[in-house]
């Protein structure tokens, strides 16, 4: 099983002061740091993944400004990866798939930002395309939601989206369980 990790949108905006702060986002960005150390450590393949937006009238991750920019704490290392994304799906016009493709992976650990949205969107993308999936849940964040004048608070759309993936696209673990299994 050839394992990659793709860091998922985590960028200074969604951190605190950033212009869509996430509830969580701290915590999860350990966690993603975790992960990354891990895999550095056994020098498995790591890719970041960056959001710029290319919408007009866009009110975060604005190409040139601080808040577009990789959180310093999971910040890339020269040689690793960095894809470019203008929608929630990593894949959708990028370089993703022919760059896992030339690493032959298999298997993508992935987590980050935002639950509902890129790691949804990026899972059953990655799921529909072959690849096996595990999620990292303690290594995402997300935001409260409104369906229908009905306030849905973050932790119950992160638990609602985790468990949507669960079966059959995706394996979800803690980062403990799945820094353990990579030893």
């Known amino acids: 099983m050839n394992h990659c990790l793709l860091l998922i949108d985590l960028q200074n905006d969604y951190f605190p002061g950033g212009k869509m702060e996430l509830a969580g986002m701290e915590q999860a960005a350990k966690n993603a740091c975790l992960l990354l ?31 577009a ?70 290594a995402c964040a997300t935001r409260d939601l409104v369906f229908q004048n009905r306030p849905i608070k973050s932790p119950d759309v992160h638990a609602a989206f985790m468990a949507a993936l669960s079966f059959p696209y995706a394996k979800i673990a803690s980062t403990k369980d799945i820094v353990k299994s990579l030893a």
């Open 69 to 138: 920019e990789i959180n310093a704490g999971v910040a890339p290392l020269a040689h690793e990866n960095i894809i470019v994304k203008h929608y929630p799906n990593s894949f959708h016009h990028t370089s993703l798939l022919e760059t896992l493709q030339k690493m032959q992976i298999d298997q993508l650990v992935m987590c980050g930002a935002m639950s509902h949205m890129c790691i949804d969107a990026t899972v059953r993308a990655a799921f529909d395309l072959g690849f096996q999936c595990v999620v990292a849940e303690d």
């Open 37 to 67: 150390t891990e895999f550095r450590n056994n020098k498995l393949p790591v890719i970041h993944i960056q959001h710029i937006a290319a919408a007009r009238g866009a009110s975060f991750f604005i190409p040139g400004t601080d808040g």
